[in-house]
């Protein structure tokens, strides 16, 4: 492999910039640019060791420098590796950027040092995705979750459930291919026991994946409701400033207003919609259709009522597009009466809850309404989860595929025939941790990474 460099610490000014060079000729190449005021080389210390001293660009010196060494396979990539910490400008980090790639190294491409860790059986894929999840996590809970991740747990777990039925599987090909063999003859009861444990683990991870997602990921949140219910209120209560404009004029937000808030350990992706209502207005029409398709994308939506006021039409049209999803009903302005039909709403969003956004009130209800709905109240981030679509889609198709095992030996198909689905199942949890994912997986996977991790 080529030997690579880039910034690892973030594009803007601080107290630490970071050049990460991995290959090779990692070592040679910091040696071409970097001189140790105890004059000693790069090349000649032993790895985990640094030096002070200076980047300099021919004779003249560009930076005060430490560079620390990394020697292979004991490196974060399992390659040589040399990190010249300097000062964190965003000139001179650049400056000396060019200056080691002048030296012999070329760009990283995004997430090109923890592929390269992948690719050294540093980690696997699982771990490696956990990286970026450390990187973004918003919480405590996301972090934990992340960090259990690159700890190996889930790959531990789907390891488990994979040795299992290779196991069976094993024993079914070696059995059907020399039954008359001195092996053990291949029982459908204990066929049967494997398999279905092995589904059971893995609708587990299945179930969970939508907590651990809201966790790590956060949640599309729809705020949505006819024109002055207080939609815009309540979205500035939990972004906690005044993001979206308030006033008593009706069609007052026209468009989608979007913020990202925090609910204890529940990020929210929130978009503050335009209010449902018939309207010959152009531009409050196309809002009112954006609110629409955001109603129709969003993971949870939260549909406010004015409790001043009964239900209209498009009260009950709103209730209808909620009823069966993930949605809390929010009956709003509490301080002016009870005078909505409460028990209408609850015939189609059992979650509900009584605020005064205007003052406050009922908002730490709401949030842990919220928390119990999206099932991150409780939720056990010491345990492996499936942390995003890819890892699901690897889970689901090989879950499919044990149920198919399941109906086969329940109808009485051949062990041998029932085998081609344990095989599929088990080719997709391997996908998962990368032990046999495709060169277009892995490539897609750390396309999604940021440029110096």
């Known amino acids: 492999m080529s030997t690579n460099a880039a910034i690892a610490t973030p594009n803007a000014s601080g107290g630490i910039g970071v050049i990460r060079i991995s290959g090779d000729d990692a070592i040679s190449v910091a040696d071409k640019v970097f001189r140790a005021i105890s004059e000693k080389k790069l090349c000649d210390i032993k790895g985990y060791t640094a030096l002070f001293g200076h980047i300099h660009e021919n004779e003249s010196a560009v930076d005060e420098c430490v560079a620390l060494v990394f020697r292979a396979p004991k490196s974060y990539t399992g390659e040589d590796v040399v990190e010249l910490s300097c000062h964190g400008g965003l000139f001179v980090t650049q400056k000396v950027l060019r200056l080691v790639f002048a030296a012999g190294a070329v760009p990283a491409q995004p997430g090109e040092f923890t592929k390269r860790a992948f690719l050294n059986g540093k980690i696997d894929l699982a771990q490696a995705e956990s990286v970026m999840n450390i990187i973004s996590a918003h919480g405590q809970q996301a972090l934990s979750a992340a960090s259990n991740t690159l700890d190996g747990k889930l790959s531990e777990k789907i390891a488990g459930i994979a040795a299992s039925l290779t196991n069976v599987a094993a024993g079914i090909a070696v059995w059907t291919d020399d039954p008359d063999e001195d092996v053990p ?32 990921q956060g949640v599309p949140t729809a705020i949505c409701g006819h024109p002055n219910v207080g939609k815009s209120t309540l979205m500035n209560q939990l972004a ?20 990202t808030v925090r609910l204890g350990d529940i990020v929210l992706h929130l978009a503050d919609t335009a209010g449902i209502r018939e309207s010959d207005d152009i531009v409050e029409s196309i809002g009112i259709d954006r609110t629409m398709k955001k109603l129709d994308s969003a993971s949870l939506v939260l549909a406010v009522f004015d409790s001043s006021q009964p239900l209209d039409s498009n009260d009950i049209d709103l209730l209808e597009r909620c009823k069966g999803r993930k949605a809390v009903a929010i009956i709003n302005k509490t301080d002016l009466g009870i005078n909505t039909d409460v028990e209408k709403i609850r015939e189609y969003i059992s979650d509900t809850v009584m605020i005064s956004a205007a003052n406050g009130d009922g908002i730490e209800e709401l949030k842990a309404i919220i928390e119990k709905l999206l099932g991150t109240a409780e939720f056990d981030t010491s345990a492996g989860i499936l942390a995003n679509e890819r890892q699901y889609a690897c889970c689901t198709s090989a879950a499919e595929s044990l149920n198919e095992a399941i109906t086969g030996l329940e109808i009485g198909v051949t062990l041998d025939a029932m085998n081609v689905s344990i095989d599929y199942a088990v080719e997709k949890l391997l996908e998962l941790t990368g032990e046999k994912a495709r060169e277009a997986v892995v490539n897609e996977v750390f396309s999604k990474f940021c440029v110096g991790k």
């Open 185 to 216: 003859q291949a029982h459908e009861e204990n066929v049967y026991e494997v398999v279905k444990n092995a589904l059971n683990e893995l609708n587990k991870l299945i179930k969970n994946f939508d907590s651990g997602k809201a966790i790590t």
């Open 240 to 259: 906690g400033y005044d993001k979206s404009i308030v006033t008593d004029i009706a069609g007052t937000t026209r468009d989608v207003v979007e913020e």
